[in-house]
């Protein structure tokens, strides 16, 4: 038993760039030995250590409470990490001893988890309403970039809206340092409606420490009138499934899997400490089985929608250059997995087109993805712009093995495999982008040949800038 006197000051150490603990008081000092650690070496407690380096990599405090193991017992401990030049100062309060086992203390943890997995994606910030956590697949479905808005003010993301009485939910929140629900609010960049629900987080001292929050999309395509059938009291709605499921399906599996994901990628990069390796190469198994799970719901729910007779996309002004460029960065940790270089249209370029920004993000977001996976490693996938009459065309190219002419028309079909024993989708994703393209009055095409990669033109409609500027400038 390790018992601390919680009266005792705080504990302040110092962390330089590689994570080791370079200057501790005695309380850090001894609870970083009991945990194997030596002085100059790695900081061995993995939970301070891990709000260390986040806050190195994002250039930001973070405060936080951790529940740190110190023998049979658990200590309850506040952290604040704050940059400095050179690494991370420390501060260490709180040291409460809590027995290693809390199922009482878990259960309202556990009706939080319930009522946050039926968020479309959670998010956290700090006292500054700062980004320090966003659901690693939200950028990918709503169109922006999880990890470039870490760091960045909650504004940011969300531009928030009054409610009836004029006033902004979160910040009577901020005031009170309480809980807050049904702040309305647009996703920027996207249009998108979105409702954001939050409980605070405070420090050992009772100051306002930063939000823990879920994000529910607001803007759900209302399910189109169909002809039914009345047969024994059962309605039955053209086309297959009724439009409510795929929505049902949606809800139902995100949630659960999303977390499945991100505990399991959290067990595979061993954030928490260091684990046997084949339980962290499981953990991956059981990540990327997740994601193929959660890119068949997204498929069948997509599907669903774009072969409705009344499916249309919104005619927006979009800057294609750009949008391959978040695509790019969406793919970038896939494609340093892969040991594949993504070789995007520089900054200074554009290609101004009309089309429908998310679903132009989820077209090359395919194409790219498919590139990056048939490549081999070391290989480059490469993005270029052309201009093509009254089209603009933004052309995807990989060093993969190719596809041999016959198979070319068959790899857009539903389902449509060219070798079912290698591992990929769902044969869906082809499909669906083509389909997408042509609902905004463009296409997809392919040329290539067997051992020559594969070259995929993705085009939509040249829009000719209203000022004067002049396309790739």
Excluded at 48 to 53: F, G, N, S
Excluded at 125 to 154: H, K, N, V, W
Excluded at 371 to 377: D, E, T
Excluded at 428 to 434: D, F, H, S, V
Aim: aromatic residues 6%; charged residues 25%.
């Amino acid at each position: 038993m390790n018992a601390i006197d919680p009266a005792m000051p705080i504990a302040h150490g110092f962390i330089d760039s590689d994570g080791r603990l370079l200057d501790a008081e005695p309380r850090l000092a001894e609870l970083n030995a009991r945990a194997g650690g030596t002085n100059g070496g790695p900081l061995a407690v993995p939970q301070i250590a891990t709000l260390a380096r986040l806050a190195h990599r994002l250039g930001i405090g973070i405060s936080r409470n951790v529940i740190a193991a110190d023998g049979e017992e658990d200590l309850e401990l506040w952290v604040r990490a704050e940059p400095q030049d050179g690494g991370v100062r420390l501060e260490v309060s709180g040291w409460r001893v809590r027995p290693g086992w809390r199922a009482a203390a878990a259960e309202p943890e556990r009706d939080g988890d319930f009522f946050r997995s039926a968020a479309d994606f959670l998010w956290e910030t700090d006292a500054s309403l700062r980004i320090t956590f966003l659901s690693i697949e939200a950028g990918a479905r709503y169109g922006f970039d999880s990890s470039a808005m870490l760091g960045q003010p909650l504004t940011r993301l969300f531009a928030l809206s009054e409610d009836e009485s004029g006033n902004l939910p979160i910040l009577s929140a901020v005031a009170a340092q309480a809980r807050f629900d049904g702040q309305k609010a647009e996703l920027r960049g996207t249009g998108r409606s979105v409702r954001l629900d939050a409980s605070p987080r405070t420090d050992p001292g009772g100051r306002f420490a930063g939000f823990v929050g879920a994000a529910h999309m607001l803007d759900a395509a209302p399910a189109p009138k169909h002809d039914v059938l009345e047969s024994n009291d059962t309605t039955i709605e053209f086309g297959g499934f009724p439009d409510s499921f795929s929505q049902r399906l949606d809800r139902a599996l995100r949630g659960p899997l999303g977390k499945i994901i991100a505990n399991a990628d959290s067990i595979s990069a061993q954030t928490e400490g260091p684990i046997r390796t084949d339980y962290a190469e499981y953990a991956s198994d059981i990540a990327n089985a997740g994601r193929h799970l959660l890119g068949l719901v997204d498929d069948l729910v997509d599907l669903q929608a774009i072969e409705r007779e009344d499916f249309s996309t919104t005619a927006e002004e979009i800057d294609l250059a750009d949008v391959a460029r978040r695509a790019a960065g969406l793919l970038a940790v896939r494609a340093a997995q892969a040991q594949v270089r993504i070789d995007k249209p520089a900054a200074n370029e554009t290609l101004p087109v009309t089309g429908e920004f998310r679903r132009c993000l989820q077209v090359l977001v395919n194409l790219i993805g498919n590139a990056v996976r048939y490549s081999p490693g070391g290989g480059q996938v490469w993005i270029r712009l052309e201009r093509d009459g009254d089209m603009g065309c933004v052309i995807v190219a990989d060093q993969g093995k190719g596809i041999a002419i016959e198979d070319q028309e068959r790899i857009f079909e539903k389902f449509g495999r060219v070798d079912p024993s290698e591992p990929g989708g769902s044969g869906l994703g082809l499909y669906i982008a083509r389909r997408l393209a042509r609902a905004m009055g463009g296409d997809i095409t392919v040329d290539s040949a067997p051992g020559m990669g594969a070259r995929f033109v993705f085009l939509l409609p040249y829009r000719d800038p209203m000022r004067g500027s002049a396309f790739g400038v």
